[in-house]
């Protein structure tokens, strides 16, 4: 069975960081790319970067770039996205998602089921 | 402001046909490939139309996706209660070289 398995909701203060685990299983991690979502409440999708499981090259979305950290471990097949100077619009819920199809196809079949973070 | 625009609502009755529209551009619709995902009740999203007319196995075949130009489309036919949700389209964009949504659209059945 495919997996993602994230780590649990977190408190943080505004300015603070907040590292979230995405644990992939079931298949082989090096293989696809893990990208990040998040939903804020109420509100739609924001694509927020992705991290190659083989090579750990990563990509960010401009409106999150330099503010957030992608990586990954191999051999404990986990991605990790940290998010810096948190602020009270960082609210939400925050999804790994495992990326399939061809180069350009946005479309992720395996979703962990959401971190949620509070900024207060 | 999302890069892809759908409208924010839809409903219709048990068995009726709803389409949902998803306008993009040159660089996102226009070249890429548009992928559908459905969530419902606040829980993770679920892929229901990739490659534009892709259904994943377990999605019926009353969904059908379509692509004109800059845009897409979803149509669902026989419309089910279990069909109510937040619809969301998504492509890769190549000017901004990112990931984009729709911001969505509530699907109701009345």
């Known amino acids: 069975q495919i997996l993602l398995v994230q780590s649990g909701a977190e408190v943080k203060k505004p300015g603070a960081s907040v590292k979230v685990s995405c644990k992939a299983s079931?298949?082989?991690?090096?293989?696809?790319?893990i990208h990040w979502v998040r939903q804020a409440p109420g509100q739609g999708l924001e694509w927020m970067g992705m991290?190659?499981?083989?090579?750990?090259?990563?990509q960010y979305s401009q409106r999150f770039q330099g503010r957030v950290t992608i990586t990954r471990d191999k051999i404990a097949t986990t991605a990790y996205l940290e998010v810096s100077s948190l602020k009270s619009e960082d609210t939400g819920v925050y999804y790994c998602?495992?990326?399939?199809?061809?180069?350009?196809?946005?479309?992720?079949?395996?979703w962990g089921l959401g971190t949620t973070v509070v900024v207060s | 402001q999302s890069v892809l625009t759908q409208p924010p609502s839809a409903s219709g009755t048990p068995g009726q046909r709803v389409t949902i529209s998803c306008s993009g551009g040159?660089?996102?619709?226009?070249?890429?490939?548009v992928t559908w995902y459905q969530q419902v009740s606040g829980g993770a999203p679920k892929v229901v139309m990739f490659?534009?007319?892709q259904r994943p196995s377990g999605v019926p075949d009353r969904f059908v996706g379509s692509r004109s130009g800059t845009s897409a489309s979803l149509a669902i036919s026989g419309l089910h209660s279990e069909d109510e949700g937040d619809y969301f389209c998504a492509v890769w964009d190549n000017s901004l070289n990112e990931g984009v949504f729709g911001g969505g659209t509530k699907l109701t059945v009345l």
């Open positions: 490659g534009e007319d």
């Open positions: 079931g298949y082989i991690f090096t293989d696809y790319t």
């Open positions: 998602a495992r990326r399939f199809g061809p180069p350009h196809y946005f479309a992720f079949d395996v």
């Open positions: 991290i190659q499981g083989d090579t750990g090259d990563t």
């Open positions: 040159n660089s996102n619709i226009g070249r890429n490939q």
